[in-house]
């Protein structure tokens, strides 16, 4: 799905907007416990797992320009690993996949107050991920850098997400991240801006801009 697809409402503010990171906010990260254990496991540093991993094949696949099993494929051969080891590492990865109870629970509460949108740099697999998980039920849109055609921090993955939730003023949006550079990339384009670091503090500041915007709409 390309810039303007489906899954986008009318246009006129319909309240606030959220827009929240997946990686490192609502899914904490797994990857350096893994990547130690591989690289251990496999006899290498673990950034050279994780650049095996990553490096080169995940911006393109990011945005949706190469297959996810043709990236596999670059993976295993940097690996130099089997098809059954490459596919018990997968099977690995995703399994130490977990979600932030409270923070999903908090973005839950939300219904009715302000529209979420998820907006990641992700690989096609999590889609998936996020429907077993039941995330797409908690949220109202969604913007996947592999189904749009474009990565955070890349402007128009922001302006994406703020159609996608029906909101025309930057400013009565808040995206969360974990990445600073995302966070200043937000800010460029006048939405509000929260650098995730733990749970307790982005649900207090979620809330805060909610309530504000209550107050002033």
Request: hydrophobic share 45%; aromatic share 4%; proline share 5%.
């Amino acid at each position: 799905m390309g810039i303007g697809g489906s899954g986008e409402p009318g246009g006129g503010d319909s309240g606030p907007a959220i827009l929240l990171d997946v990686g490192g906010v609502l899914s904490p990260d797994h990857l350096p416990a893994a990547a130690a254990e591989w690289g251990d496991r496999l006899g290498m540093r673990q950034h050279a797992f994780l650049a095996a991993l990553f490096a080169g094949n995940d911006d393109r696949v990011l945005i949706g320009r190469v297959g996810q099993e043709a990236c596999w494929r670059v993976v295993r051969r940097r690996l130099g690993v089997a098809p059954a080891l490459m596919a018990e590492i997968r099977r690995d990865l995703a399994a130490r996949q977990r979600w932030d109870a409270e923070l999903v629970a908090g973005v839950r509460a939300l219904r009715g107050r302000a529209r979420t949108v998820l907006v990641s740099n992700a690989w096609p697999e999590l889609r998936p991920a996020l429907a077993a998980a039941g995330v797409l039920d908690v949220v109202d849109n969604t913007v996947l850098s592999c189904e749009v055609g474009c990565a955070k921090p890349d402007p128009r993955s922001y302006l994406l997400a703020l159609r996608r939730a029906g909101v025309a003023d930057p400013a009565r949006a808040l995206c969360v991240d974990d990445t600073a550079g995302h966070v200043r990339a937000a800010r460029a384009l006048g939405l509000a801006a929260h650098l995730h670091v733990d749970t307790g503090g982005t649900l207090a500041r979620i809330e805060e801009f909610v309530g504000a915007a209550a107050g002033t709409a």
